[in-house]
């Protein structure tokens, strides 16, 4: 295999990109906006037109770059529920849509322990357990009908193939649904009576079946071409990594969300209130991880655009201690209950030195949860704040273990996704961060670690 078609949804956009293999790099891609249709009877995505936009773009890159194979990698928290025809019983849900938590007490009192999930509760439809307990109390009737749930990246594979699988990462992503110990169905599933309705479950690197034969004919693909069964997208990002380093390390994803995921972690007590959780990565290995807003704190408190720091700036905050304490946003992370507080009247700050104190505060809020979910060896960092040197200095600062990035995001999900078919020409593009890491950067993090302790207890005594 050298060519393999990836299809690859994401909450906001999709595209489908030809990824070359032996470059290991996206030689053709397309893209569309992944609209949320806000009609009845809840707002719901577009699968038809994303149907549509995948047929189109795979007959055009078929014209380009002979397709050899097709994977699929979509976004989390999203089930599809067919009748015995194979059609929508009812509409794909929007997880972003509040009506579970119409039902959140009846919800509680039927949903699993974290300590059997790894999931933590979570609002709206971001728990796909709530989702289909909604879908189920909801609309009684169409939920009868009901033959078969499907996971997220397996609806696609269906429309592919005909085949109707689950797969374990995206089972295993805060779903409610999965026992990562045990690597079977939760609990909830059971007690709702759901197991029947379940596909079978394959692994994210299993092929499923082959392209039908109709879709053949309408996008030129050949005959016989197989489709993997797909992955979850943040599992996809990680799995090059899983392919070509040695454990322990850890991964850390930023963007919106900044996600973190220890492979080989020490053995810890996840907390569920501070943002921890399992996740189930493509080997079917459970893989303590945690979250925190930080990319959305970065737009809050500096906005698009930013101004350039030089080491000079960091050396002026740190000789300072000014500092920002958690937590912006408020409700989520490891420190849920705290307000964010500054440690010095902002009007002081320069330009520079406000975005150093914040890529510092974004750092040790990074450490926190690496502690929090027992992560070892080294940390790579992907995404925008891997081009962050103030970042990259007080993260390894916090943690004295070395941190690796990846500025130009080379693994991403579609190449994660793609490295199902054939892993041998991973290629990661990950540096070790080579700056300096004076001691006064350890005492900083150790001060602010100090003064965020305080600063919590205060916060959880004054509720």
């Given at each position: 295999?050298?060519?393999?078609?990836?299809?690859?949804?994401?909450?906001?956009?999709?595209?489908?990109?030809?990824?070359?293999?032996?470059?290991?790099?996206?030689?053709?891609?397309?893209?569309?906006?992944?609209?949320?249709?806000?009609?009845?009877?809840?707002?719901?995505?577009?699968?038809?037109?994303?149907?549509?936009?995948?047929?189109?773009?795979?007959?055009?890159?078929?014209?380009?770059?002979?397709?050899?194979?097709?994977?699929?990698?979509?976004?989390?928290?999203?089930?599809?529920?067919?009748?015995?025809?194979?059609?929508?019983?009812?509409?794909?849900?929007?997880?972003?849509?509040?009506?579970?938590?119409?039902?959140?007490?009846?919800?509680?009192?039927?949903?699993?322990?974290?300590?059997?999930?790894?999931?933590?509760?979570?609002?709206?439809?971001?728990?796909?357990?709530?989702?289909?307990?909604?879908?189920?109390?909801?609309?009684?009737?169409?939920?009868?009908?009901?033959?078969?749930?499907?996971?997220?990246?397996?609806?696609?594979?269906?429309?592919?193939?005909?085949?109707?699988?689950?797969?374990?990462?995206?089972?295993?992503?805060?779903?409610?649904?999965?026992?990562?110990?045990?690597?079977?169905?939760?609990?909830?599933?059971?007690?709702?009576?759901?197991?029947?309705?379940?596909?079978?479950?394959?692994?994210?690197?299993?092929?499923?079946?082959?392209?039908?034969?109709?879709?053949?004919?309408?996008?030129?693909?050949?005959?016989?071409?197989?489709?993997?069964?797909?992955?979850?997208?943040?599992?996809?990002?990680?799995?090059?990594?899983?392919?070509?380093?040695?454990?322990?390390?850890?991964?850390?994803?930023?963007?919106?969300?900044?996600?973190?995921?220890?492979?080989?972690?020490?053995?810890?007590?996840?907390?569920?209130?501070?943002?921890?959780?399992?996740?189930?990565?493509?080997?079917?290995?459970?893989?303590?991880?945690?979250?925190?807003?930080?990319?959305?704190?970065?737009?809050?408190?500096?906005?698009?655009?930013?101004?350039?720091?030089?080491f000079e700036d960091e050396e002026a905050v740190i000789a300072a201690g000014h500092m920002l304490l958690p937590s912006l946003p408020e409700?989520?992370?490891?420190?849920?209950?705290?307000?964010?507080?500054?440690?010095?009247?902002?009007?002081?700050?320069?330009?520079?030195?406000?975005?150093?104190?914040?890529?510092?505060?974004?750092?040790?809020?990074?450490?926190?949860?690496?502690?929090?979910?027992?992560?070892?060896?080294?940390?790579?960092?992907?995404?925008?704040?891997?081009?962050?040197?103030?970042?990259?200095?007080?993260?390894?600062?916090?943690?004295?273990?070395?941190?690796?990035?990846?500025?130009?995001?080379?693994?991403?999900?579609?190449?994660?996704?793609?490295?199902?078919?054939?892993?041998?020409?991973?290629?990661?593009?990950?540096?070790?961060?080579?700056?300096?890491?004076?001691?006064?950067?350890?005492?900083?993090?150790?001060?602010?670690?100090?003064?965020?302790?305080?600063?919590?207890?205060?916060?959880?005594?004054?509720?």
């Amino acid at each position: 295999m050298r060519i393999v078609g990836v299809i690859d949804i994401g909450k906001t956009n999709a595209k489908v990109a030809a990824v070359d293999l032996d470059r290991f790099e996206e030689v053709a891609v397309r893209k569309t906006a992944n609209r949320v249709v806000a009609g009845e009877p809840y707002p719901h995505f577009d699968v038809e037109r994303l149907w549509a936009f995948v047929l189109d773009s795979l007959t055009a890159l078929q014209a380009e770059h002979p397709l050899q194979a097709i994977s699929i990698t979509t976004h989390g928290a999203t089930a599809v529920v067919l009748d015995e025809a194979g059609d929508l019983a009812l509409p794909v849900l929007d997880y972003e849509f509040v009506g579970p938590d119409t039902l959140s007490e009846a919800y509680e009192a039927v949903r699993p322990p974290f300590a059997e999930t790894g999931s933590a509760r979570l609002p709206m439809g971001l728990n796909v357990g709530a989702q289909l307990f909604w879908q189920q109390q909801t609309f009684p009737d169409a939920f009868a009908r009901i033959a078969t749930i499907l996971t997220y990246a397996q609806y696609w594979t269906f429309r592919l193939t005909g085949v109707r699988v689950n797969e374990l990462t995206s089972l295993g992503c805060h779903t409610d649904l999965w026992n990562p110990t045990e690597g079977a169905f939760s609990t909830l599933v059971e007690g709702q009576g759901w197991r029947h309705l379940f596909a079978p479950v394959r692994k994210a690197d299993d092929i499923v079946g082959k392209l039908l034969p109709e879709l053949c004919l309408a996008t030129g693909i050949p005959a016989g071409t197989p489709i993997y069964c797909g992955i979850h997208d943040s599992n996809a990002s990680l799995l090059p990594h899983l392919l070509t380093r040695t454990t322990p390390f850890s991964v850390v994803s930023t963007g919106t969300w900044v996600v973190m995921l220890a492979v080989g972690a020490a053995k810890v007590t996840l907390d569920e209130h501070r943002d921890t959780l399992i996740n189930v990565n493509a080997l079917g290995d459970p893989v303590p991880s945690a979250r925190f807003m930080g990319g959305r704190a970065f737009s809050l408190l500096l906005g698009d655009g930013t101004t350039p720091t030089a080491f000079e700036d960091e050396e002026a905050v740190i000789a300072a201690g000014h500092m920002l304490l958690p937590s912006l946003p408020e409700g989520s992370g490891p420190f849920p209950s705290a307000k964010a507080r500054w440690t010095v009247d902002e009007e002081k700050l320069t330009p520079a030195g406000r975005v150093a104190a914040v890529s510092f505060h974004l750092a040790l809020m990074t450490a926190t949860c690496l502690d929090l979910i027992g992560a070892r060896g080294d940390i790579v960092v992907e995404g925008p704040f891997a081009a962050n040197a103030a970042y990259l200095r007080m993260l390894q600062a916090a943690t004295g273990r070395p941190v690796l990035a990846d500025s130009h995001n080379v693994t991403g999900t579609s190449l994660g996704a793609a490295s199902l078919v054939d892993g041998r020409h991973v290629r990661t593009g990950v540096q070790a961060f080579a700056g300096p890491v004076p001691e006064s950067f350890v005492h900083y993090a150790e001060n602010w670690r100090s003064l965020t302790k305080s600063h919590v207890q205060q916060a959880n005594g004054n509720q």
